[in-house]
């Protein structure tokens, strides 16, 4: 599966945005579906995942009571709200793909990525 995110952009801390991811190629509803994120300097790191069906999320504590993941699987679209951000939210996201058994929202072993889009927060 095929994956584009997009979404990303400047804002000030307090704001929100909305990223999405656009998949193509395969069966979208066969796969879990999860953002992450890479700040400069660091690794990569789990934010959110949902189950195939969008019944079920995970968060990172980070993300947790701000971060809302959602999909559409008649649009191909997996989206992420983000809301109350802060400036140590700024960093490249990246939306992924992971084939998965009905409910299964995993934070790792991703092997399809898009090519993330880069959310600023300013202080």
């Known amino acids: 599966v095929q994956l584009q995110a997009s979404g990303g952009g400047l804002v000030q801390a307090g704001g929100s945005l909305r990223l999405s991811c656009a998949a193509s190629g395969r069966t979208f509803s066969n796969y879990a579906m999860g953002w992450f994120r890479q700040a400069p300097g660091k690794e990569r790191e789990f934010v959110a995942a949902?189950?195939?069906?969008?019944?079920?999320?995970n968060y990172a504590t980070s993300a947790k009571g701000r971060f809302t993941i959602s999909r559409d699987n008649a649009m191909n679209e997996l989206y992420l709200q983000m809301n109350k951000l802060k400036p140590e939210d700024t960093a490249v996201y990246y939306c992924a793909a992971r084939p998965s058994v009905t409910g299964a929202t995993p934070a790792t072993g991703y092997g399809n990525w898009g090519q993330g889009t880069l959310v600023t927060v300013s202080s």
């Open positions: 949902v189950s195939r069906a969008g019944s079920r999320t």
